[in-house]
């Protein structure tokens, strides 16, 4: 008997696993790509004549979401209300769905308000692929939106907690009075999410 139980206990085993597998995949199989709405909670990111970044970042992730269901891509949010989650945190996330990339949403502020314009920032020491992707982004967000192209920047950042290819997006400057009336702007904010959705799609060559 214990003879014959051993075959069928690897059957039950490798049967366990793949149903364990397909769980895992979720309701939408395929491709799983994590977007961040930067800040949140009790930090709002810039604040701007009464604007606050962290709801600008949070109506921008969801529109993504929502703008890359129909592209068939599955994309899991690291928050969808005011929260903070701890930025580690964040793409400690991403990596344990299994996703394929991480993009960080966030607008921008300088003092001198003529600065207007988007710009992609990954980390001083960013894989070649984490650039690929800030490269796919900047590009695809200019060509949507028109804006002023000031380029692929780097500085430190908490997506070097990450091996993911991992890229920020600062959409456009809050502080800049014309570039602030389009970020608050319906169509505008899906532009900004086209933007995002297809320098996803171009990154992962779709
Ligand atoms: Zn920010």
């Not at 890229?167 to 502080?175: H, K, N, P």
């Amino acid at each position: 008997m214990m003879d014959d139980l051993g075959p069928l206990l690897v059957v039950l085993l490798i049967a366990a696993m793949a149903f364990v597998a397909i769980l895992s995949l979720g309701p939408t199989p395929g491709v799983v790509v994590v977007v961040d709405a930067g800040h949140g909670g009790p930090d709002p990111g810039a604040v701007v004549a009464g604007i606050q970044e962290k709801d600008l970042n949070l109506a921008l992730a969801l529109l993504v979401q929502e703008k890359a269901k129909t592209a068939g891509l599955r994309v899991v949010l690291t928050r969808n209300t005011d929260t903070y989650v701890d930025l580690v945190e964040r793409v400690r996330m991403a990596e344990a769905l299994g996703a394929v990339l991480y993009v960080s949403i966030h607008a921008n502020y300088h003092r001198d308000q003529r600065v207007c314009g988007v710009e992609t920032w990954v980390d001083t020491n960013a894989s070649a692929e984490s650039a690929r992707l800030a490269e796919a982004l900047q590009r695809a967000l200019v060509v949507a939106t028109g804006a002023q192209d000031r380029g692929l920047r780097r500085q430190t950042l908490y997506l070097r907690h990450t091996r993911l290819p991992a890229a920020l997006v600062e959409v456009g400057y809050l502080s800049c009075p014309g570039e602030r009336e389009k970020l608050l702007d319906p169509d505008y904010q899906g532009r900004i999410a086209e933007g995002i959705v297809r320098g996803i799609l171009a990154y992962l060559g779709k």
